[in-house]
């Protein structure tokens, strides 16, 4: 039995009332965006008329025009239940949101029965889409990498499995064939993301440059990286700036984060070098060419690989949850996270091994700005897996 996300209840209860909302599932690739929409119109037993924006024909809001006028024929042809019309990657039709707007305050006129289902995977365009027409018509279905105890409850895995390869339910059961899991993250994920959502999202002048700093930005996951120092190592010319917007790009699409230093000023934020994190591990850990024993007994790597999982659950939470995730050094006292959520922070700390019982960085930094909270994940603190399996905003709470 195919195993039903969390959302399946939210997506299934907003298209089974009387009063709905245009219903936008958004997310990164191969996360089961599809999927869910697929269980869902099983369990609801209506009609659907489902087409995806990949077709070559579309090219045009002419080409969503027409679909949605096919699936209006099955609602009215379904008078009393009505039908679904689901269209994948809408983002790529230029001016989607126009026509989607126009059909369905149409419709809304008329009293035509038809369900709005939009699929997308580039945060940015969805998000420009949704902000310029689709005001007070919409609700947000949000879709994620997948969490611990998901991947726990559908495939099985233990910590030492997640912590490693991460959440992405497609390569689950490519782990045993390290060679083909490494070929699916590479190609399927990371490629694909890259060349179909981060470069058309917007204009891009040196997409290899971007490439490289995704590359050099995972392998330094949890460790601070300056963009002065990546354009040493990068093979191109560019500077700060562009580094900096394409290190947002990635953070978009929910692929790789530059987390800002945590000031307290946010001009002296935006000064710091950034600490590269990570949205899933198996970003991190496929390109390495390791396996988890290899990485396991390498103390130094297997700590940051913990630190990232803990990062990417916090990064997962932030976008539901709408707090900050920052990080803080002074010197040589660091805290690896500092959560803010409105003006409450919660400092936290994460080790992978035994450790004295003095954190003289949390020390330092609730000297400095008095955090309500400080927490130590890991050993002689919050257990990881405990941690890992709970929504972060349960966890701050």
Not at 66 to 86: C, F, P, S, T
Not at 166 to 182: E, F, K, S, T, V
Not at 237 to 255: D, K
């Amino acid at each position: 039995m195919a195993y039903i996300r969390p959302q399946h209840a939210v997506l299934l209860k907003r298209l089974s009332g009387p009063r709905y909302f245009i219903q936008v599932v958004a997310g990164p690739r191969q996360v089961g965006k599809s999927t869910l929409v697929h269980q869902v119109l099983k369990d609801l037993g209506l009609e659907a008329h489902t087409v995806s924006a990949d077709d070559p024909e579309a090219q045009s809001t002419a080409w969503i025009a027409r679909e949605w006028d096919m699936a209006r024929i099955l609602a009215q042809r379904n008078k009393r239940k009505g039908a679904v019309l689901v269209i994948d990657e809408v983002q790529k039709v230029p001016r989607w949101s126009d026509v989607v707007k126009a059909r369905w305050d149409e419709d809304s006129r008329k009293g035509i029965k038809l369900k709005v289902v939009l699929l997308g995977s580039s945060p940015l365009l969805m998000q420009q889409g949704l902000q310029e027409s689709m005001a007070g018509r919409f609700e947000l279905v949000r879709m994620q990498q997948w969490s611990f105890a998901e991947m726990q409850e559908a495939f099985g895995w233990d910590l030492d499995r997640y912590v490693f390869h991460g959440g992405y339910p497609g390569a689950a059961r490519l782990i045993r064939d390290l060679p083909r899991w490494r070929s699916y993250m590479r190609d399927t994920l990371i490629e694909t993301s890259i060349a179909r959502d981060v470069l058309q999202m917007t204009r891009v002048d040196k997409p290899a440059l971007l490439r490289r700093l995704f590359e050099l930005g995972c392998n330094y996951s949890g460790q601070e990286l300056s963009y002065t120092k990546m354009l040493g190592q990068l093979q191109d010319a560019g500077n700060t700036t562009t580094l900096s917007w394409y290190g947002e790009l990635t953070s978009q699409v929910g692929l790789l984060t530059p987390m800002q230093k945590y000031a307290g000023q946010q001009v002296r934020r935006r000064a710091s070098s950034p600490k590269w994190m990570v949205h899933d591990t198996g970003l991190m850990t496929a390109p390495m060419g390791i396996s988890l024993a290899m990485a396991k007994k390498d103390p130094a790597l297997w700590g940051r690989i913990v630190e990232s999982a803990v990062g990417a659950h916090l990064l997962r939470g932030a976008r539901e949850q709408g707090y900050e995730v920052y990080y803080w050094r002074d010197g040589t006292h660091e805290v690896d996270f500092v959560v803010q959520r409105g003006r409450k922070l919660t400092a936290i700390e994460v080790k992978s091994a035994r450790i004295p019982s003095a954190l003289p960085g949390m020390s330092a930094f609730h000297e400095a700005f008095k955090p309500a909270r400080s927490l130590l994940i890991g050993e002689g603190g919050i257990d990881l897996a405990g941690f890992l399996l709970k929504p972060a905003s349960v966890v701050l709470a």
